[in-house]
Nanobody, 120 residues
């Protein structure tokens, strides 16, 4: 079983920066994909950024050039550095881990979410 704990959400002014963390505890298998999603009130959950065990990353068009996903394997932690924040970035941000537990079998885990508010 894997537990994910997000942190780092806060109130920030437009143009500001935040760094979100997603700390994983438990058994994380060697093949995985970790995603950051966000969900604003009244909107669907949106995939923001992805990193896999090989280090490949992917970003939503809306955050390219502003957000950076990275990982610290020693700490079992993935980060989302968010710069040049806009009011439309305000949402609850969720960490999602998809881990391959055996060939062809994947398990999905979610964190509880962390609130990001962008407002002056």
């Amino acid at each position: 079983q894997v537990r994910l704990v997000e942190s780092g959400g806060d109130l920030v002014q437009p143009g500001g920066s935040l760094r979100l963390s997603c700390a994983a505890s438990g058994t994380v298998f060697s093949i995985y994909v970790l995603n950051w999603y966000r969900q604003a009130p009244g909107k669907q959950r949106e995939l923001v950024a992805t990193i896999n065990n090989g280090g490949s990353t992917m970003y939503a068009d809306s955050v390219k050039g502003r957000f950076t996903i990275s990982r610290d394997n020693a700490k079992n932690t993935v980060y989302l550095q968010m710069n040049s924040l806009k009011p439309e970035d305000a949402a609850v941000y969720y960490c999602n881990l998809n881990s391959q537990t055996s060939p062809g079998r994947w398990e999905a885990y979610w964190g509880q979410g962390t609130q990001v508010t962008v407002s002056s």
